[in-house]
């Protein structure tokens, strides 16, 4: 089992930039594939990024591209998503998944779950 925490949401004007992060604690991080979804408001949730055991995988939603970078440091316990060139549509609470499984791109096959972190994109 493992417990995730999200951080670094907040409001920001269209064109800045955020860093999400999402720490870990429990059973051995570097074990489980992470993802970065989000649940735009009225909506449902969508995949947004993923990473592998090691990070040397990456799989990425077309909506965020080039823009969006998903990291993550096995010694610190931490999942990353860097954010640029923010748009008012990623407006969200985004949250952090881990599965054993990679890649996993629907919500409903992660098995844990963060309790997410609000961003908000003004134009």
């Known amino acids: 089992q493992v417990q995730l925490v999200e951080s670094g949401g907040g409001l920001v004007q269209a064109g800045g930039s955020l860093r999400l992060s999402c720490a870990a604690a429990?059973?051995?991080?570097?074990?489980?594939?992470m993802g970065w979804f989000r649940q735009p408001p009225g909506k449902e949730r969508e995949f947004v990024a993923a990473?592998?055991?090691?990070?040397?995988?990456?799989y990425y939603a077309d909506s965020v591209k080039g823009r969006f970078t998903i990291s993550r440091d096995n010694a610190k316990n931490t999942v990353y998503l860097q954010m640029i060139s923010l748009k008012p549509e990623d407006t969200a609470v985004y949250y952090c998944?881990?599965?054993?499984?990679?890649?996993?791109?629907?919500?409903?096959?992660?098995?844990?779950w963060g309790q997410g972190t609000q961003v908000t994109v003004s134009s």
């Open positions: 998944a881990a599965d054993s499984s990679y890649p996993l791109l629907w919500a409903g096959d992660y098995h844990y």
């Open positions: 429990g059973r051995t991080f570097s074990s489980y594939a």
């Open positions: 990473i592998n055991w090691s990070g040397g995988g990456t």
